[in-house]
């Protein structure tokens, strides 16, 4: 599918088809696309969990709002961002150097100062740690959506849930915020899905002060 098209057949549907599935082999590739998503240093300070059990997904939507898509979706990822992807020691921290030290792109007498580097584009506070890892897990979570499509899927983002409630009941660790839960499946012909809400034109977006 062309890319525009992707764009603009892209919809968050209210309503899935619990009669039709999503496969894994979809999932899978769903995910691996939307792993191309650019990130801050290349640190991917994103991970998602795929919930596919019905125990599971009745659990999440207790946490998230009782919204009916999150039991009738055959898929639901909970995207999640990582706020500590900055420290030595972190597997992707250490992956993403090690892979630059491989490909030329920096010396391993550098290590410190990526450490530095890496730790500053995070930032020194906790709101700056989260805006960081949640402005990063939102590039992934749209190309989720766009590669969902691309596949011929519909999707719904969803950002009402109680984060706490779901971090507890999917043992989530601190260190990790939740940006968005990602329902994925196919949309039911048997509802009507209303036409695509209006969006801002080229000179309502583009500003000067």
């Known amino acids: 599918m062309e890319f525009k098209e992707v764009?603009?057949?892209r919809r968050a549907v209210n309503f899935f088809d619990p009669a039709k599935d999503v496969t894994?082999?979809?999932i899978k590739d769903i995910i691996e696309t939307a792993s191309l998503a650019p990130s801050g240093f290349n640190l991917q300070p994103w991970q998602v969990i795929v919930v596919k059990d019905k125990a599971k997904k009745e659990t999440l939507r207790k946490v998230a709002w009782d919204q009916a898509k999150i039991t009738e979706a055959p898929i639901v990822l909970i995207v999640l961002g990582d706020r500590e992807g900055w420290k030595k020691g972190h597997n992707t921290f250490e992956r993403d150097f090690a892979e630059m030290v491989k490909t030329g792109a920096m010396k391993k007498e550098q290590y410190d100062w990526f450490a530095g580097a890496t730790k500053s584009?995070?930032?020194t506070t906790a709101d700056q740690k989260m805006a960081f890892a949640c402005k990063n897990a939102g590039f992934f979570g749209l190309s989720l959506m766009l590669a969902a499509k691309n596949?011929?899927?519909d999707s719904h983002p969803m950002d009402g849930l109680?984060?706490?409630g779901v971090k507890k009941a999917f043992n989530i660790p601190d260190q990790y915020w939740i940006p968005l839960l990602l329902a994925i499946g196919h949309f039911d012909k048997s509802k009507t899905l209303f036409p695509p809400k209006w969006?801002?034109?080229y000179?309502?977006?583009v500003v000067s002060f």
Do not use: W
Request: glycine share 10%; hydrophobic share 35%.
């Open 7 to 9: 764009m603009k057949q």
């Open 24 to 26: 894994d082999a979809q």
């Open 121 to 123: 584009i995070y930032g």
């Open 151 to 153: 596949v011929g899927l």
């Open 162 to 164: 109680d984060v706490e």
């Open 199 to 201: 969006r801002k034109s």
């Open 203 to 205: 000179n309502e977006i």
